[in-house]
């Protein structure tokens, strides 16, 4: 017997889920479409995360009479503070070196930027998470922004090189621009991943950080691909970051990629594109939980 009306509703045939009100079903979106979903709200939003990017940039030299500009003034001293140190201890021409050093460390520097800043993007970003629903790939592109606007500056000292040292400007020059869209693609996808994971796990950043550390050692920066034996060679020939930088830097220099850097950084881009995809589509609403 019935002890109440309520009961009595529950139990009445005909009063399924798929009968009830339309106003009490709650349907659920797959992970995938929740995933494509904030890639193509994030990327749409454009005007939002231009802004926010724009704005660490003005926030970071506020009141500061040259501005951005100490982005390129810190860069300068650098190369001339180290650059002819290292052409000494190599035993390698200043003119020839120089250029060298000078771009792949303007190149790498956007690189090891994107990969150590991932790591605390959503940490950084908690007070809009926490009160706006913004798509998380906004706070991704706001990253890239920043650092593509950092990276801007930095190449000011590129075209100092050429003139200085007499560098003819080729047409491989125009090979930077593939190469370009090739690396901030990889930065990308390996900041979804990253800022998913460091997010949950708050001693990855600093591994992160040490792998980056190593990695500016063991690539072609400092140093020449000829400098190292031909039987250690393969340090550069199968390294990852030899081959983004190679793809960006190499142009600038006048010399053409390799087809094994080209095909380095597509299968980076795969693994990259099998991993942080199906990361992103599966965690990216635990984000909030973990801050």
């Known amino acids: 017997m019935a002890n109440g009306p309520f009961e009595m509703e529950l139990n009445t045939p005909g009063t399924e889920a798929h009968d009830r009100p339309p106003s009490l079903q709650l349907p659920s979106l797959s992970p995938w479409k929740q995933c494509g979903g904030d890639l193509w709200q994030g990327f749409s939003r454009w005007q939002l995360w231009w802004l926010l990017g724009m704005n660490d940039i003005r926030q970071r030299y506020r009141r500061s009479r040259l501005g951005q500009f100490w982005i390129t003034i810190s860069m300068g001293i650098f190369v001339i503070s180290v650059g002819p140190i290292y052409s000494s201890l190599f035993t390698i021409d200043l003119p020839r070196f120089l250029p060298h050093f000078t771009t792949s460390l303007v190149v790498w520097a956007f690189i090891a930027s994107m990969l150590n800043d991932s790591c605390l993007i959503f940490v950084h970003s908690e007070a809009y998470l926490r009160q706006e629903r913004i798509p998380k790939t906004v706070f991704i592109l706001q ?149």
């Open 143 to 291: 990253l890239i922004v920043r650092n593509l606007f950092i990276l801007a500056h930095n190449a000011i000292l590129i075209p100092v090189v050429w003139v200085i040292f007499g560098i003819p400007v080729t047409p491989t020059v125009l090979l930077v621009v593939p190469g370009l869209i090739l690396v901030v693609t990889n930065c990308f996808l390996a900041a979804i991943f990253l800022s998913i994971v460091c997010t949950r796990f708050r001693d990855l950043p600093q591994i992160v950080n040490n792998i980056v550390q190593v990695a500016f050692f063991t690539s072609p920066i400092l140093w020449q691909r000829t400098a190292l034996p031909e039987h250690l060679q393969f340090v550069v020939d199968y390294n990852p970051f030899a081959g983004h930088l190679g793809i960006v830097a190499g142009p600038l220099l006048g010399e053409v990629p390799t087809v094994g850097q080209y095909v380095m950084v597509l299968g980076s881009t795969l693994v990259l594109a099998l991993l942080a995809l199906p990361f992103f589509a599966r965690f990216r609403a635990r984000v909030v939980y973990w801050l």
